[in-house]
C-alpha cells in the first residue's frame, strides 16, 4: 500500500520522471461536486518547475486531464483518475552518473531496496512524483472549502538561515503568499530570501528552508485517537513529501521549554458564543482531535541533495570519485513546495471529515 | 483503524483509565519466537509510574499476562494478546472538575468528537493507554534483535530549557540512559534536569522536554517509498504518542540552514568493505528508505496539561471558572516516555522489516 | 490482518484453545450506546458446545467480561475488548494424535505455513475461534438493531441429505428457529434432521449440512463497489467461517439456468410508496448494493473432519496409519454455526452503514 | 477503499464507460520482473466483446498502455499503472430509459448510493469495469508463472441448464478452453451450450452460467487464517465481479450432504516424496490454507439483467412503463467472464504469496 494514502479518501499515486506521465487515482469523492480540469490545474500550475530563475529552468506544462469518474463536470462518486503526461521520455545518457550514487540522493537505497533502479536514478524519488498528490489535493481542498468552508494556506517561513517575521495565521492568505516568487508573505524578508536561494545557485550548491501551514475552518472532533491523532495523520503526510527533515505543530520544539501555566491554552467564549481557546499553543489540537481553533505546522526541507558542485565521494564499487552533476537544478525547493503541503494537508482533512462524519451519523436518533 | 497500527506487523490496543484493564493484540507475529512475559515486563516496568519522585507516585505493579499466541514458551504465528489489568477500577469523585474542560487537555475535544466522555476525563487520552504500545514494542523489539541484531536506545535529550550535551548514536546504551532517573546519559545535565523538574513539581506546574532515540543495525532497503516513507511512518508513530508536538529526523530544522555541500553525506567504504556514508545527516534514510547507518530522531513534548496551580479558564457551559487540579500529576513525562518511544520506534521497524522480505523474496531466483 | 475484518466497524479477535482464553477488539464502536454483558451473552450461548447430545458435550460457561471501551452501561467510541476465559488450560496428552495430520483437518496446513502447530492441533482452526466473532457481532447487531430497525435471522436449512422446505424470509424469527434444537423452522423437517444427526453420530461419523440467513430493514445504498460490493464482503465473512465451502445470495446456483426475463426482478411500489421489486432473486443487492429488500444467503459446511470412526491415512512422515480420533466430537456444526452466520452477516452490515452514512454526509448540503 | 484490492499486491481501478478510458494500478509489484504490453494484451484480448456472434458486437480493441512502473522492459518495483482507452465518448441518448431503472440493473441501486448516476446506467457498474482487473490479473499471473510455476485455467462449465461432463482439472490448459468460442473443454457440451446462448439471443433474452477454475502449483502454507483464509480471499475476488451469484470451493454444496468419512481427504505420499491427500474434497485448502493440492472452484453466473425483451416494470416515479432495451447485449456473459476469473484468482494468489514470504522469511534463522 506504500503508493496509496488515506482511509476513505484515499489517493493511489503512479509515475516517475522517465515513463509515459505521472497521475493519480482519488477513491471516495463525494458525489456530486462540480469539477473538471479547472478545479484542478492551478494548484499543479503552482507546482511545476520553471516558474522563475529561482527553480529549475525545465519547460513543462504538466496539463492535467481527468480520465474517469466525473460526467458534464460532476463527480459521479467513483474512482476519479488523473493523468499529466511527461513531455520528454528519450533515454538519457547519464554516463557516469549511473555508475555513482549521488550523495543523499536514492539512487543507493532505491537499488538496496528493488535491486533495479531508474536509469534516470531519480525514478519514483524524483519532485515529479508529486504531481499526484497536488491533483489529489486539490481535489479534496475543493471539497473541503464548498462544504464546511476549510481553507489552507502555507508559505515559506524560512530560506537556509534567514526566517520570516511571524505571520498572523488568522489572515494569511494565498494572494499574500504568491505576491512574490520566493512565497514568503513577509515582505522584509522576501529580498534576503531570494539572494540567499541566489547565492547558492551561483555557488552550484543547495540551500534548505521552512514551510508554514495554517488550516482554518475545521469544526471540532476531527482525528481519530489513538493511532490516528490528526497530528500523527499530518506528520505521516509531510514527512512522506520528498526532502522533509521535521515536523512540528502548535508550539513544536520550542514548547518543551515552557512550563504548563504558560503553554495551556485557558477556554474561553468566542463572539459567536461558541467555546474557544484564548491562545492556541495547542496548534488546533487537542488529543489528537481539532478543537476548532486554527491547525498549523511547519515543516523543515533540507538543501537538495543534488548539486553541481564537486563532491567527493565513491561509486557504487566504492571507488572514489569526484562527482559533479550535469544539468541545473533546483538551489531550494521550498517554494515549489507549497501547494504540495496544502494538497497533503487537505487528503489528511478529508479523510478526517469523512471518518467523523460516519462517527456523527452513528450517534444520531434513529431514523 | 484508529487503535491499529502496522501492515503486516500490526497492534490494536484497547483500554483506558477507569475500565478492568489495558492491552494489546499483536497480530502477524513471526511464529517460532520465544516469547515469555519476562520478555515483556522490563519494558512495562521502565513505563510505570511511580518509579522516584520525579513521576506521579501512583503504584501500580502492571504486571502483564500473555493470554494467546504462544504455547510451551514459543510464538505460534497467531496473535499474542497480552493484557494488564487496571488495580482501582473504583469510580472516583471527579467533582467540579466534571463540568470544566481541563486546559490543553482532550476533555473538551473527545466530547466534540464522540458526544460522551469517561467521567475521569482521561479515558483513552490518559498516558495508561499506551501500556499496550509497550508491550506490542517489547515484543517487535525481541524479534529485531534475535534476527537482524537490531537495538533502539531512547533518552532524555531536554528538559524545559536545560539540554544534554551530545550524545554518541553509535555507543549509547540502555543502561547508560538507565543510570539515573531522569534518563539523560549525559552525567553533565541530569542534575539541572532533575532541578527543573522539581522545581515545576514545587510550583505545582509542569515541563515539556526533548527524547531523542537512535536505532542501530537496520540493514539497507527497509521503509516503503512513497507514502510510507519510513521517516514517514516513524513520524505518524511518534506524533501518535500523547503530548507530543514535533519529530524530526538527522539533521531535522537545524539542518534546513544548511548548504547542500555540507549537508550532503558522502559515501564511503566502511572497514566490513560495504557502502557507508563518512557522515549522516541523513538520520540514516534516502528517499524514505534505510541507507545502512543508524536512524535517529527527536521528539518534542509538551508540558503535561494537568497542574495544580491554579488556571482561570471557563466550564463547558462558557463561564469562567479558576480550576485548581487535585491530586498528584507528573510535572514532565519525559524519562517515562522512554520505553513508548522505543516500543513505537520497533513496531515501525518490524513492519517494514517485513514487507521488505517479501519483496525481498519476491525477487529471488524461482525455487 | 488476518485477524481483523472490516474498515470503519472493525475487529481484531485472538485466542485458541489452549490459551488463557479468547476474546475480542471491536473498534469504530458508536459512543452512546447502551451496552453490557447482558447484551452480548445471549449470541455466545447459542453458540457453545453441549446444548444438546446433537453437539459436542464439553460444558463451557462461555461468560463473556467487557474489559474496556464503556462507562456506566454506555459504550464511549473507544474500542471495546471482550474476553471469555478458557476453562481448561491443562496441557493434554495428544498421543500419537501429533505425529498424524487429521485428514482435511488444518494439522498440516497450520504447520506448513508456521513451521510450528499448537499441540492441540485445533489450535486457531478450532471452532472456539469463533467467540471473538460472535461477541463482535452481538454488538454490532444491537446497534442495526436500534438505529435502523435492523434484524437478521438464520437456520438450518439443509443436514445431509434433508433439505428444509422454503422457509418464507420475510417472517422467520429466531424464537422460530430455536424452537427445535437443530434449529431448523420448518417443523416437518426437525425430526428427519436431528436423526440424520444421531445416525452420523452413532456411526462415530459426522454430517455436513446448509445455513440460511436473512437479514431484513437494510436501506438501499449500501454496499461498496466495486471490489467491496455487498455480496463480496459477506462472502468474504461467511467464507472465513471455519468448514465453510460455498456461498449463494439471492437466486444463487440455481439462478444460473434461469432466463434473464425469468430472473429480472421488476421493480413495483411498495404500500409505503416507496420503490420496491415484485421478486427478490437479486437477493436485495444490485450491482453490489443493497436496494431495500431482504438480502438473504446460503452457506454450505462441510462434515467436520474429526472423526472417531477408523480412517487409513499417513503420519507426518508418510507412513501409513490407521487413526481413530479420541474423544466426542460435534457431528454436525450448523446448529451451532446460527450465530456465527448472524454475526458475521451484522459486522459486514454495520461497517458498510458506517461507511455509507460518511458518503450521505459528503453529499448533503454545506452546514 | 472499495476500488483497490490486496494488501501486499494491490490494484486500484478507475474508470467507465462513458469517460475517456478504463485502467489500474498496480502497487506491489516484483522488481526486476519483464514486463511489456505484450504480457498484458492477450488476456484483455480473451476478454473483449465481439469475439463472436454469441457476445455484445460492439467491436473494441482494447488496447492497452503501461504508463508507469518499467524501464527497458523490467518492472522497477515502483507502481505499475496501466490504461486502456474508450473508443466512442460521444454522449448518447439513453431517450426513456433515462428515466427507467432496468430491472436487476444497478440503476436504481447507484442513484440511491450516490445521488447521481451515469446518463448511461452502466456507469462503473458496467462490465467494461473489469479490464483494470484483467490488466492487473495478467501481470500477477506472469509472476506467478515464473516464480512459482503457478497456473491458472478457469472454464465454462454450465450454461444455463446445460452442463458439462467433468472436466479432469489436473490437466486442462487455456488451449483447450479456447478450442470453441463458448469455452467449454468438454467437446460434447459445446453444442448445446452454444445452442442456449443462440435461443436466449434470438428470444432478446439472456441465459446465466458457471465458470469453473483451477489453480495448479501452489505451494503448502499460503491464504491467512482467520478472516483471510484463501477461500474467504476468493470468494471475496469472485463475488466483486459483475452478475455472480454463488461461490463454491471444492466439494461445495455438494459436500454438504456427505458423511465425514467420505468427505476427508486422507494423506498420501506423492512420487516425489511430499505429503499429498489422495482425494481432494477439500480443493486445495485446508483451515484456510493451501495444503499444495489444485486449488478449484466454481462460480455461479445470472443472466444478464439487460435484454431486449420487453419488461413491465415501473419508472423511477413508481409509474407502471414497458421496457425494451435498445442495441444489443451480451446474452451470457460467462465466456467472455473466463479470463475475469483467472485474472481475480491471479491476485489473490500473489497476495497471498508475498504475504507468506513475509512470513517464511520472519521464521528463517538470523542472517
Given amino acids: 500500500m506504500s503508493s496509496s494514502f488515506g482511509t476513505l479518501f484515499r489517493i493511489s499515486t503512479f509515475g516517475e520522471s522517465h515513463c509515459k506521465g505521472v497521475g493519480v487515482i482519488?477513491?471516495?469523492?463525494?458525489?456530486?461536486?462540480?469539477?473538471?480540469?479547472?478545479?484542478?490545474?492551478?494548484?499543479?500550475?503552482?507546482?511545476r518547475p520553471g516558474q522563475s530563475d529561482l527553480a529549475t529552468p525545465r519547460d513543462e506544462a504538466d496539463a492535467v486531464t481527468i480520465l474517469s469518474g466525473t460526467e458534464n463536470g460532476k463527480t459521479l462518486g467513483t474512482p476519479v483518475a488523473m493523468f499529466v503526461a511527461n513531455?520528454?521520455?528519450?533515454?538519457?545518457?547519464?554516463?557516469e552518473m549511473a555508475d555513482i550514487p549521488r550523495p543523499s540522493h536514492a539512487d543507493f537505497t532505491y537499488l538496496s531496496k528493488y535491486g533495479i533502479k531508474a536509469s534516470s536514478g531519480g525514478g519514483r524519488s524524483s519532485a515529479r512524483e508529486t504531481i499526484g498528490r497536488v491533483a489529489g489535493g486539490a481535489l479534496a481542498e475543493k471539497w473541503l472549502r464548498e462544504k464546511y468552508g476549510i481553507e489552507m494556506v502555507a508559505w515559506v517561513s524560512a530560506v537556509g538561515?534567514?526566517?520570516s517575521s511571524p505571520i498572523d495565521i488568522t489572515t494569511v492568505?494565498?494572494?499574500?503568499?504568491?505576491?512574490?516568487?520566493?512565497r514568503c508573505p513577509d515582505p522584509d524578508s522576501t529580498e534576503r530570501m531570494t539572494n540567499a536561494i541566489a547565492a547558492a545557485r551561483d555557488d552550484a550548491d543547495s540551500i534548505g528552508g521552512v514551510v508554514s501551514c495554517v488550516c482554518r475552518g475545521i469544526p471540532p472532533g476531527w482525528g481519530e485517537p489513538v493511532f490516528d491523532k490528526m497530528e500523527a495523520l499530518l506528520g505521516h503526510a509531510m514527512l512522506s513529501i520528498p526532502a522533509t527533515k521535521g515536523f512540528e505543530i502548535g508550539s513544536g520544539f520550542a514548547g518543551t521549554a515552557m512550563r504548563g501555566s504558560q503553554h495551556n491554552d485557558p477556554f474561553h467564549i468566542r463572539p459567536d458564543g461558541s467555546l474557544g481557546t484564548a491562545t492556541n499553543n495547542s496548534g488546533g489540537l487537542q488529543g489528537g482531535i481539532s478543537n476548532g481553533e486554527p491547525i498549523y505546522f511547519r515543516l523543515a526541507f533540507k538543501p537538495p541533495a543534488t548539486i553541481g558542485r564537486a563532491q567527493k565521494t565513491t561509486n557504487f564499487a566504492g571507488s572514489p570519485v569526484t562527482l559533479e552533476a550535469k544539468g541545473r537544478h533546483d538551489p531550494c525547493v521550498v517554494p515549489r513546495a507549497i501547494p504540495i503541503v496544502e494538497a497533503m494537508a487537505a487528503l489528511v482533512l478529508a479523510d478526517c471529515a469523512l471518518r467523523q462524519e460516519a462517527r456523527n451519523a452513528s450517534i444520531?436518533?434513529?431514523?
Avoid at 473538471?36 to 500550475?45: G, R, V
Avoid at 444520531?364 to 431514523?367: G, I, L, R, T, V
Fill in 87 to 95: 513531455k520528454d521520455q528519450r533515454p538519457v545518457d547519464y554516463g
Fill in 161 to 163: 538561515e534567514v526566517e
Fill in 26 to 47: 482519488v477513491d471516495g469523492v463525494p458525489p456530486g461536486l462540480s469539477l473538471t480540469e479547472a478545479d484542478i490545474q492551478p494548484q499543479l500550475t503552482r507546482r
Fill in 173 to 182: 492568505t494565498r494572494t499574500d503568499v504568491d505576491a512574490n516568487l520566493v
Fill in 364 to 367: 444520531a436518533p434513529a431514523k
